[in-house]
């Protein structure tokens, strides 16, 4: 899973693997899921835009968990 800029400030964008719905988690420095969410990809390889002007400064986990192909994870951080 590819997320990008790192560190970001108002958004970031993630590169799908997939061409199907899957679901996409934040997780914060202390485990907590902040955001739970439902996007579909157009095509493999399609660029999500995924808005973190709300989420404080840190470290965060994000995953994406489709039907088909399982559960994929990455780290970014947020410097506003």
Do not use: M, N
């Not at 970031?12 to 719905?21: F, R």
């Not at 002007?53 to 088909?68: E, K, N, T």
């Amino acid at each position: 899973l590819k997320v990008w800029p790192v560190p970001a400030s108002d958004e970031i964008h993630l590169a799908s693997p997939w061409s199907d719905t899957f679901e996409l988690h934040i997780v914060d420095g202390t485990g907590r899921i902040i955001r739970s969410q439902r996007l579909e990809a157009q095509q493999e390889g399609t660029a999500i835009h995924v808005d973190t002007r709300s989420l404080p400064p840190g470290q965060y986990q994000i995953s994406c968990r489709s039907d088909v192909f399982g559960t994929l994870h990455a780290s970014f951080i947020i410097a506003h």
